[in-house]
């Protein structure tokens, strides 16, 4: 019932959780912590300076004075920006998985995204993580929760088409390298 080891190695586990979830993490916790006069943790590698948390949901300063503050739905645009180059990363990462791992786990994740759509089954994405994780990748148990909530709440972002190659995450042509022979 269980794979005979995790489709993502350890050392993918690892570099997915330092270049994808651990930004995240940051960010949000500056957030909770109050933006502007946090003393949180500084900028971490990948920050621009103009990503920092506390202007994420606020108009340029070059807006009007009576400029209103952002709506729900400009905050959660402007904070999916900031993730850009961690999708772009994760998508990359992923490409490193041999083929047929990274499409077994593009179909898998696809498949987990959509249980929770169904209330009948009671599922969230923290079950998934708990049942599934450890046949989905290897690490420590924390992180490779962490990488699991990650990609699953992100998969339809991860798994785009319009990344440089075309190609969803998993397909063969995804894979520049791959002949038809393979």
């Known amino acids: 019932d269980m794979l005979p080891e995790p489709l993502l190695d350890d050392h993918l586990t690892n570099a997915l959780h330092r270049l994808c979830v ?81 499409s077994l786990f593009a179909y898998l994740l696809a498949f987990f995204t959509q249980l929770p759509l169904s209330p009948d089954n009671g599922m969230t994405f923290e079950d998934v993580s708990r049942m599934f994780g450890r046949a989905l990748a290897g690490g420590p148990a924390t992180l490779r929760h962490a990488v699991i909530m990650w990609l699953l709440e992100r998969w339809v972002r991860v798994s785009d088409s319009s990344m440089p190659g075309g190609g969803k995450v998993g397909d063969l042509r995804w894979f520049p390298v791959i002949s038809d022979d393979a």
């Open 22 to 102: 651990h930004p995240t993490v940051l960010r949000e916790r500056r957030e909770a912590e109050g933006g502007e006069g946090s003393q949180g943790p500084g900028p971490d590698y990948f920050s621009l300076p103009s990503q920092s948390p506390e202007n994420v949901c606020a108009r340029a300063r070059s807006a009007p004075p009576f400029a209103l503050p952002m709506t729900p739905s400009e905050c959660q645009i402007a904070t999916q920006a900031l993730e850009t180059t961690q999708i772009l990363l994760a998508q990359h990462l992923l490409r490193l998985a041999p083929p047929h791992v990274c």
